[in-house]
């Protein structure tokens, strides 16, 4: 963009040059030895931008194990039956035990976008309303406000990533917020 270039354009086009930026257009009055160097830097520095695909892939296993063990029976004594749990024939007891195992996998894959050197954000999660009281108080009266707003807790990162030679860069800056058991919102 013209506003990028003219600092750098500016000290090169001498005492009685002049660089003006108009409309995303760069004019400069120079002489013509100055502009060829104007020209040259502007060359090196006017390369296409370069479009990131980041592709971000998270994998979640879950495994749950639940254990039941169950005893039921009945015995007569005398003309009284006393019993337990499920009927069993008189006399008898019965102990169930079971074990069951779930297993599952969830697998998601998100792409973002960038211009090389620019960042971008990509985050999951939620809106949740967020309520706060205030207590004013002074010599005449009290009052009490609450106030309710909405709060994006969410997890996510920037990134930007950035050529250097011919490899690239990739800075990521995680931003992770939740909801706790307090039913208060941290953010790291």
Known sequence: FAKDLY???SPLVGEHGTVTGM???????TTPAQMAEVEAVIASFDVPRVNRKITVQSNRN?????NNAEVSGNVNIGNVTIRNGRP???NNARIDVS????????SSQQFLQVVDGERAFIQVGKLIPFSQDWILITQRYTQITSTTDW????????????????QVEIEITP????????QSIDFE
Not at 23 to 29: A, E, Y
Not at 159 to 165: A, H
């Open 62 to 66: 879950n495994q749950s194990t639940f």
């Open 175 to 182: 931003r992770l917020t939740k909801y706790n058991s307090q």
């Open 151 to 166: 709060v994006n807790v969410s997890t996510g990162f920037s990134v930007r990533p950035r050529t250097v030679g011919n």
């Open 7 to 9: 600092d750098i354009i």
């Open 99 to 106: 074990r069951q195992q779930n297993q599952g996998s969830q």
């Open 23 to 29: 409309n995303n257009q760069l004019i400069v009055r």
């Open 88 to 90: 069993v024939p008189d």
